[in-house]
């Protein structure tokens, strides 16, 4: 019997979501390609996390910062030295697992006994230029907050921001992970949505209503595209489990299918940051200059994704057949509308359906269905989580009204054409 995530993965690949990175040439483990509707849900997520965290607020100011850095970023932020995980390998099969997740202190694979301990530098090396040497090597960046932190002065020369502020960026990371698991949630290329906010160097523990603030905006956002309250954890990481940086750090856990894991995090870096890049900041006000501290929200969008199909992810019963069904808030639906004719062979209804599509095209993310039944139709846009379909029927001819079909319900009404978009953007905006 398949498992929650096995469906889901089967899924993802057979209504063009997520397909496993080079898989005509055997795959490439720890890299996945997002289709064409996985694509559109990545798009729709950015946007709201955008559109909450910047385009709604004051104090947010985006940045796209460049993948190749200049490798004295990574020696002043500590990478080069610190970023690493514990490698162990085993003596017999020579497979190699992350010392930290090994729930037994024998090979997984094959029961052999394992080799020491050792540290493995997990960024990927790259080269610039025609010549291959030392001189010339670089890293792809295993985090997008460096590129943040390095336009600070960039950014406070250009806008004179006054405390606090923070910079938001959405963007690629890459991490040589020992062993990618688990469908989207390990793996080596992924894309980060973070904040890096800055605020006046505290006194006592005056950063913590701040931290708390982020926390909280971080969970309405996640309950706000659908995963629910139940299903989220904070957990505390211990000082030894912290990054160098952190004065505390809080994991946003979620029950996945394979267990309880992080999602997202909140972290008090201090001001080691920008000491480390020996920036600072004047304040025009008191004429003091100093370096702020930091809090940064950060949000990983693969793992967004794979929590949120595991919630949407449903096995119901509608009108006496089982179906599958992704049960997306609609604002996030990859597809928000479906147009049917009700007849494939019916010219007639087909040209008005034709009409009604391209309404609603330049509107929402609409899609022409017309492949077999109305049955079958409904079941394939349920699977991709469509969640208003639109069929043009007989009496459609007559009086130009539509039936508009409800995912979740499976209840149809009838509606003017006239009034078609406007109903449709207000029951997906709602």
């Given at each position: 019997?398949?498992?929650?995530?096995?469906?889901i993965?089967?899924l993802?690949?057979?209504?063009?979501?997520?397909?496993a990175?080079?898989?005509?040439?055997?795959?490439?483990s720890?890299?996945?390609d997002?289709?064409?509707?996985?694509?559109?849900?990545?798009?729709?997520?950015k946007n709201?996390?955008?559109k909450k965290?910047?385009l709604?607020?004051e104090?947010?100011?985006?940045?796209?910062s460049?993948?190749?850095?200049n490798?004295k970023v990574w020696e002043?932020?500590?990478?080069?030295?610190?970023f690493s995980?514990?490698?162990?390998?085993?003596k017999?099969c020579r497979?190699?697992?992350?010392?930290?997740?090994?729930k037994?202190?024998c090979?997984p694979e094959c029961?052999?006994?394992?080799a020491?301990?050792?540290q493995?530098n997990?960024?990927f090396?790259?080269?610039?230029g025609p010549i291959e040497n030392t001189?010339s090597?670089i890293y792809?960046?295993p985090?997008?907050a460096?590129?943040?932190?390095?336009?600070?002065k960039?950014?406070?020369?250009?806008f004179?921001p006054k405390?606090p502020?923070g910079?938001?960026?959405?963007?690629r990371?890459?991490r040589n992970?020992?062993n990618p698991?688990?469908?989207?949630?390990?793996?080596?290329e992924?894309?980060q949505?973070?904040?890096?906010?800055?605020?006046n160097?505290?006194t006592g523990?005056?950063?913590?209503?701040l931290?708390?603030?982020w926390?909280?905006?971080?969970?309405?956002w996640?309950k706000e595209?659908?995963l629910k309250?139940?299903?989220?954890?904070?957990r505390?990481?211990?000082?030894?489990?912290r990054?160098?940086?952190?004065?505390?750090?809080?994991?946003?856990?979620?029950?996945?299918?394979?267990g309880?894991?992080?999602?997202?995090?909140?972290?008090?870096?201090?001001d080691f940051?920008l000491k480390?890049?020996k920036?600072?900041?004047?304040?025009?006000?008191?004429?003091k200059?100093?370096?702020p501290h930091?809090?940064e929200p950060t949000?990983?969008i693969?793992?967004?994704?794979l929590a949120l199909?595991c919630?949407?992810?449903?096995?119901?019963?509608?009108?006496?057949e089982k179906?599958?069904?992704?049960?997306?808030?609609?604002?996030?639906?990859?597809?928000?509308?479906a147009v049917?004719p009700?007849?494939a062979?019916?010219?007639k209804?087909?040209?008005?359906?034709?009409k009604?599509?391209k309404?609603?095209?330049?509107?929402?993310?609409t899609?022409?269905?017309?492949?077999?039944n109305?049955?079958?139709?409904?079941?394939?846009?349920d699977?991709?989580?469509?969640?208003f379909c639109?069929?043009i029927?007989?009496?459609?001819?007559?009086?130009d009204?539509?039936?508009?079909?409800?995912?979740d319900t499976?209840?149809?009404?009838?509606?003017e054409?006239?009034?078609?978009?406007?109903?449709?953007?207000?029951?997906i905006?709602?």
């Amino acid at each position: 019997m398949e498992s929650k995530m096995e469906k889901i993965i089967s899924l993802t690949k057979r209504r063009g979501f997520i397909y496993a990175g080079s898989e005509i040439y055997g795959g490439l483990s720890g890299t996945w390609d997002y289709g064409p509707l996985g694509v559109l849900l990545k798009n729709n997520i950015k946007n709201l996390w955008w559109k909450k965290f910047i385009l709604d607020r004051e104090d947010i100011f985006g940045l796209e910062s460049s993948i190749l850095m200049n490798t004295k970023v990574w020696e002043a932020s500590g990478h080069i030295k610190g970023f690493s995980d514990q490698l162990v390998e085993c003596k017999k099969c020579r497979k190699r697992f992350r010392a930290d997740l090994l729930k037994t202190e024998c090979c997984p694979e094959c029961g052999g006994e394992l080799a020491e301990k050792r540290q493995f530098n997990t960024m990927f090396k790259t080269f610039i230029g025609p010549i291959e040497n030392t001189a010339s090597q670089i890293y792809l960046r295993p985090e997008t907050a460096q590129g943040m932190f390095v336009n600070f002065k960039n950014t406070i020369d250009s806008f004179h921001p006054k405390l606090p502020f923070g910079f938001a960026q959405i963007g690629r990371a890459f991490r040589n992970e020992i062993n990618p698991e688990n469908f989207l949630f390990r793996i080596r290329e992924f894309e980060q949505m973070e904040i890096e906010y800055f605020i006046n160097p505290p006194t006592g523990e005056e950063w913590g209503k701040l931290f708390d603030y982020w926390l909280k905006e971080m969970h309405d956002w996640l309950k706000e595209i659908g995963l629910k309250e139940k299903n989220i954890f904070n957990r505390e990481v211990g000082e030894k489990d912290r990054a160098h940086y952190s004065k505390k750090t809080i994991d946003i856990d979620y029950n996945y299918p394979f267990g309880k894991d992080e999602l997202c995090a909140i972290a008090y870096r201090t001001d080691f940051d920008l000491k480390a890049h020996k920036l600072n900041y004047y304040d025009e006000e008191t004429k003091k200059t100093f370096i702020p501290h930091v809090i940064e929200p950060t949000f990983g969008i693969d793992r967004i994704i794979l929590a949120l199909l595991c919630e949407v992810y449903d096995e119901d019963e509608m009108g006496g057949e089982k179906r599958v069904v992704l049960k997306f808030n609609p604002k996030l639906a990859p597809i928000r509308t479906a147009v049917f004719p009700l007849l494939a062979n019916k010219p007639k209804l087909i040209e008005k359906a034709r009409k009604v599509y391209k309404i609603l095209k330049p509107e929402m993310t609409t899609i022409w269905d017309d492949i077999g039944n109305i049955g079958k139709r409904y079941r394939r846009q349920d699977e991709i989580g469509t969640p208003f379909c639109i069929t043009i029927d007989f009496q459609t001819l007559e009086d130009d009204t539509v039936t508009i079909r409800d995912r979740d319900t499976g209840k149809q009404e009838r509606i003017e054409i006239s009034k078609l978009t406007k109903q449709l953007k207000d029951n997906i905006l709602k």
